[in-house]
């Protein structure tokens, strides 16, 4: 029975998933989880259904000293009284947090760190960029195996921070087709009822965090096209962020406000995606794309951006539409593709559905997990 403790940031969405999703999953037969987080990622209810011990570490998301010293402290003492086999970190920040806590309590465990995104710090410049560059240097070259989550995001990696391309390795994330069930006309219909949608609208939708690698924007900006070709067309954004008035006001800039619904965080999703014509995901930069596969399983046809993970997801005109970020006329023009020729949309779609419960299932991905920690 080997221990493995999970320690992770504060986050929300998609990483935090992965995270209940895998270990959910785990053979609690030959591995004892324990997860070691800050108390606002709010895991004290998921964790208690699934029996799994919680120790909570105050861990600050973006670089701060005086608690960072006191986190390496309070998860050098945490993981010494634990004595896990194997630590396994998701994020950049708890994979330094974990390499500096394990020189502290001299603990003999393999590291395992989880990359689930493109480095922010890209985007910067200056002493920033070169410090951040590495540290992430430092944990990837700490670490016995460093996931990732995409090929995009190894390849990424290996040319950026130069580092070992044999610590590297892909496991694509995984999504339980269990949990994606027909949803019955009437639920369907409500939800119409409820945003406001007359029964023939055509409906384009998304769903992300309203931050602006995600590329709002540029569905915004392809919308005037589509409701000119689609006279009542209707644009569902799914999310919260930060853009979210940014946002509202380019809408309205462009006489769009009765066009384009914002809902705001939505729990459970497949009603959504069950009422979408067409999924679009206009991200500018995307490591995976669980969205993506969501819809894929829903069976809803799919535009999204050739960037990132998304080129491994799907397969141009076969599973699905790619076209180049941040294009909006691209986008457009996929889209009305998609309401336009029916058939194509649903034989791709359908194509899709099969693509997404054979490559990315959630048993797949805790088997090349739990296959990682059998060697070490």
């Known amino acids: 029975m080997k221990i493995v403790a999970y320690v992770i940031r504060p986050a929300e969405g998609g990483m935090l998933k992965h995270l209940l999703d ?40 973006k670089p701060n000293l005086a608690r960072d010293v006191g986190s390496i402290a309070r998860l050098a003492t945490a993981l010494t009284a634990v004595g896990p086999d194997i630590i396994h970190a998701h994020s950049n920040k708890a994979a330094l947090l974990v390499e500096m806590a394990a020189r502290r309590g001299s603990l003999d465990a393999a590291v395992v760190f989880s990359v689930h995104n493109f480095p922010s710090y890209r985007g910067t410049g200056g002493l920033k960029r070169a410090i951040s560059s590495l540290a992430l240097r430092r944990v990837i070259n700490g670490a016995e195996v460093v996931i990732a989550v995409s090929q995009s995001l190894k390849d990424s990696l290996v040319e950026h921070e130069r580092v070992d391309i044999s610590k590297i390795t892909v496991v694509h994330n995984g999504i339980d087709s269990g949990t994606f069930h027909p949803v019955k006309e009437a639920e369907t219909r409500r939800l119409r009822d409820a945003l406001g949608l007359a029964p023939n609208t055509p409906v384009v939708g998304t769903v992300g965090r309203l931050i602006p690698s995600k590329g709002m924007d540029v569905l915004i900006q392809a919308a005037p096209e589509l409701v000119h070709k689609f006279p009542g067309l209707k644009i ?141």
């Open 236 to 376: 569902i954004i799914v999310g919260s962020g930060p853009m979210q008035q940014s946002l509202r006001s380019t809408a309205a800039g462009l006489g769009l406000s009765r066009d384009i619904v914002f809902t705001g965080h939505v729990a459970e999703l497949l009603p959504y995606y069950a009422l979408f014509d067409v999924f679009a995901l206009p991200t500018t930069a995307e490591a995976f794309g669980m969205t993506a596969v969501e819809a894929m399983l829903a069976g809803c046809p799919v535009v999204a951006s050739r960037t990132g993970g998304l080129s491994e997801i799907i397969a141009n005109r076969e599973t699905g539409l790619l076209v180049p970020p941040g294009d909006s006329g691209a986008l457009a023009a996929a889209i009305r593709a998609q309401l336009t020729d029916t058939r194509a949309a649903r034989k791709m779609a359908a194509r899709a559905q099969t693509v997404a419960r054979e490559q990315f299932s959630l048993t797949r991905m805790v088997a090349e997990t739990e296959a990682i920690y059998d060697s070490l």
């Open 22 to 61: 895998l270990i959910g999953r785990l053979d609690r037969e030959r591995f004892t989880p324990i997860v070691l987080s800050p108390p606002g990622n709010n895991l004290e209810e998921p964790l208690e259904r699934l029996g799994i011990e919680l120790i909570e570490v105050d861990i600050a998301d």
